[in-house]
């Protein structure tokens, strides 16, 4: 069993900076592939960014060249950074696991990007 706890989230302006964090538990960490999601209220959760168990990063196009996922594998933790926020950012943003033929998902933080 993983479970995944967010933090992070907050209220930032427009152009500005945030990073989200994920505490992982379990031993198996390194060798799930973790992710970030995000949702805003009745829309579908959307893929964000990605990290595989081998370091490898995906990102979605709207985020590439201002989001940065990373992970660190001796803390059990993985990181988005986020710069030049937008208001179109705004939305809870989930951490993910998988592997193992599982999926696991934490509660989710909250950004807004407001004036």
């Known amino acids: 069993q993983v479970q995944l706890v967010e933090s992070g989230g907050g209220l930032v302006?427009?152009?500005?900076?945030?990073?989200?964090?994920?505490?992982?538990?379990?031993?198996?960490?390194?060798?799930?592939n973790m992710g970030w999601y995000r949702q805003n209220p009745g829309l579908q959760r959307d893929r964000v960014a990605l990290v595989t168990s081998s370091g490898s990063t995906w990102y979605a196009e709207s985020v590439?060249?201002?989001?940065?996922?990373?992970?660190?594998?001796?803390?059990?933790?993985?990181?988005?950074?986020?710069?030049?926020?937008?208001?179109?950012?705004?939305?809870?943003?989930?951490?993910?696991?998988?592997?193992?033929?599982?999926?696991?998902?934490?509660?989710?933080t909250q950004v807004t990007v407001s004036s």
């Open 13 to 32: 302006q427009p152009g500005g900076s945030l990073r989200v964090s994920c505490a992982a538990s379990g031993s198996i960490f390194s060798y799930l």
């Open 64 to 108: 590439k060249g201002r989001f940065t996922i990373w992970r660190d594998n001796a803390k059990n933790m993985v990181y988005l950074q986020m710069s030049s926020l937008k208001p179109s950012d705004t939305a809870v943003y989930y951490c993910s696991a998988a592997g193992t033929g599982k999926e696991y998902w934490g509660q989710g």
